[in-house]
Nanobody, 122 residues
Framework: QVQLVESGGGLAQAGGSLRLSCATSGRTTRTYAVGWFRQAPGKAREFVAAISESGGSTKYADYVKGRFTISRDNAANTVYLQMNSLKPEDTAVYYC???????????????WGQGTQVTVSS
């Protein structure tokens, strides 16, 4: 079993920045691909970014490309999401997820964190 804990959420102004962290623990004898997803009230959970097991490959949703950066420190079992130039429409609960496939689809991920709230004011 793998546990994921997100942190770093909070309130930011439009144009500001936040950095989210996703710390993994438990059975971490291997590394996993990790994805970040978000869910705004009344909306479906949507893909934000993903990073491969090694960190050598990344992918982003078009609406965050150029503003968000995903990275990982495997020695620290932590994945980061640097969010710059935040917009009010980025407001959502952000979830990290771990799985065996490097993917933009929720069903490819086996383990999920509880989420962290990000609120961007205009």
């Amino acid at each position: 079993q793998v546990q994921l804990v997100e942190s770093g959420g909070g309130l930011a102004q439009a144009g500001g920045s936040l950095r989210l962290s996703c710390a993994t623990s438990g059975r971490t004898t291997r590394t996993y691909a990790v994805g970040w997803f978000r869910q705004a009230p009344g909306k479906a959970r949507e893909f934000v970014a993903a990073i491969s097991e090694s960190g050598g490959s990344t992918k982003y949703a078009d609406y965050v490309k150029g503003r968000f950066t995903i990275s990982r420190d495997n020695a620290a079992n932590t994945v980061y999401l640097q969010m710059n130039s935040l917009k009010p429409e980025d407001t959502a609960v952000y979830y990290c997820a771990a799985g065996f496939l490097y993917s933009q689809y929720t069903y490819h991920y086996d383990y999920w964190g509880q989420g962290t709230q990000v609120t961007v004011s205009s």
